[in-house]
T-cell receptor
Framework: SQQGEEDPQALSIQEGENATMNCSYK?????LQWYRQNSGRGLVHLIL?????REKHSGRLRVTLDTSKKSSSLLITASRAADTASYFC??????????????FGRGTQLTVWP | DGGITQSPKYLFRKEGQNVTLSCEQN?????MYWYRQDPGQGLRLIYY???????QKGDIAEGYSVSREKKESFPLTVTSAQKNPTAFYLC???????????FGPGTRLTVL
């Protein structure tokens, strides 16, 4: 059972532009995490935002969380060709959840053209 | 991928064979997970283990089995009962609730 749904499924932009990906979920959460996956590789953790936080920054990444709308967004500023990857959101559910288990969405495939 | 190794990177299986995928970690994490990834499907949880000698079924456990005899190791066996095993398999660990998961590099299994 997947929790998050990323939008759009695919995003294609030019280098230097900003990329925005959205994630919606259905149940209350403890935190929401974003991961990146290069083709054929494992996932790499990017950023974690807790349910009592509204915004978080890490380098060129900005994540927002709106628990009333059950949604999150990931913004990558001044994108580079090296940002080309799939991006997944994952939620740590508030109740009825196994310790440490995350629920992943289907991901957004970002392509950044040089 | 640091701290988690998966082997082999590529695995080919004939129909009717059981195969075992290895996952080893040196992060001293208690919790370990196995995910299956198909194109356009995201990650689906197969099995997880929160402590040595204990493991639980995830959402798609049928046709798979695991063991957790050591903290460092969580091997996954894909049995002949798994009807469509061709996929990318990812192992992950976490220090506990509220923390990030660390992923291995994955094993791509193909049924011939």
């Amino acid at each position: 059972s997947q929790q998050g749904e990323e939008d759009p499924q695919a995003l294609s932009i030019q280098e230097g532009e900003n990329a925005t990906m959205n994630c919606s979920y259905k149940t209350s959460i403890n935190n929401l995490q974003w991961y990146r996956q290069n083709s054929g590789r494992g996932l790499v953790h990017l950023i974690l935002i807790r349910s009592n936080e509204r915004e978080k920054h890490s380098g060129r990444l900005r994540v927002t969380l709106d628990t009333s709308k059950k949604s999150s967004s990931l913004l990558i500023t001044a994108s580079r060709a090296a940002d080309t990857a799939s991006y997944f959101c994952a939620t740590d559910r508030n109740r009825g959840s196994t310790l440490g288990r995350l629920y992943f969405g289907r991901g957004t495939q970002l392509t950044v053209w040089p | 991928d640091g701290g988690i190794t998966q082997s082999p990177k590529y695995l080919f299986r004939k129909e009717g064979q059981n195969v075992t995928l290895s996952c080893e970690q040196n992060l001293n994490h208690d919790a370990m997970y196995w995910y299956r990834q198909d194109p356009g499907q995201g990650l689906r949880l197969i099995y997880y283990s929160q402590i040595v000698n204990d493991f639980q079924k995830g959402d798609i456990a049928e046709g798979y089995s695991v063991s957790r005899e050591k903290k460092e190791s969580f091997p996954l066996t894909v049995t002949s009962a798994q009807k469509n095993p061709t996929a990318f398999y990812l192992c992950a660990t976490t220090a506990g609730r509220g923390n990030e998961q660390f992923f291995g590099p994955g094993t791509r299994l193909t049924v011939l």
